[in-house]
């Protein structure tokens, strides 16, 4: 059986909205802020992620498993573009002004020598690019916990697409937290059997083979379930011809300004990366310090 996110029905302002008007607004923004690296400007965006995410009424019990699981994927690229000065080198920044080196330190038995120059470009773009990252994560994070699960279909099809794909949008939308459970319903059958996770050892390889008992029954599992869904809508007759919908959605107007503001945001933010306004920004304290 599929199951969806952790949805609860709350009087707040966000959930008023119409599903269709917020999937406009986050892809408006989103396709904003790609176009900046200038920190203030992003700080603008923030902002106004986190007084939607605030007004949407989640709590951090609610939401919890999913922002460490995010943050540790942020940290990681951000610290592996600091490290490495890939992806803002060359497009972002041109030149960079040294704060401190570090090294270079000699590995044992190989020779190679490592160094880390940390320069007041790298440092601001990482800030950047973790700021960014953040500010859709708090935009897109809160669609899934506030949209009611029974309009996920219509929600897409509203968008103008067809009904294959907004079936399909309404499938993908329900199997993280259904490949979850069948984890966790997993997990605790083989501790019942006596396996023991916590427990693994040896080399990288072993433990990726200890984990068989876990890792093959939730994929079968996944398989058997998409084949019978495939089955469940083929017996519908399911691509034949226009689908109909339990539910109907209407804008109000609200959704309508809400819309209109999106669309506003994306025009200025395409003119304004039109004429290169919004690029890297350096403070010019950072600057000063570096020596320039």
Known sequence: ??????????????????????????????????????????????????????????????????????????????LLTFITGRGGAQTAYFEEHLLWRLGPVTLPLTGWQLKLDITAEKTIFALSQLLRMYTITFMAVTLPYTIDPSLYGVTFRGLGLPDKFAYAMDLAFRFVPTLGRDFSITLDSQRARGYEVEKLSGGIVAQIRRLAPLVVPVTINAILGAEDIIDAMDLRAFGIGPRTWVYELHYRRADYLLIAFSVLVFAVSTVLSFFEIGRLWIPAALLRLAGA
């Open 1 to 78: 059986m599929l199951i969806a996110w952790r949805y609860r029905e709350r009087n707040t302002l966000i959930q008023k909205l119409d599903p269709r008007a917020r999937i406009i607004m986050m892809l408006a923004l989103l396709f904003s802020i790609i176009q900046f690296w200038d920190l203030r400007v992003i700080l603008v965006f923030l902002a106004f992620a986190v007084l939607q995410y605030a007004l949407s009424g989640l709590t951090w019990r609610e939401t919890r498993r999913v922002w460490i699981l995010v943050s540790f994927i942020i940290f990681f690229m951000t």
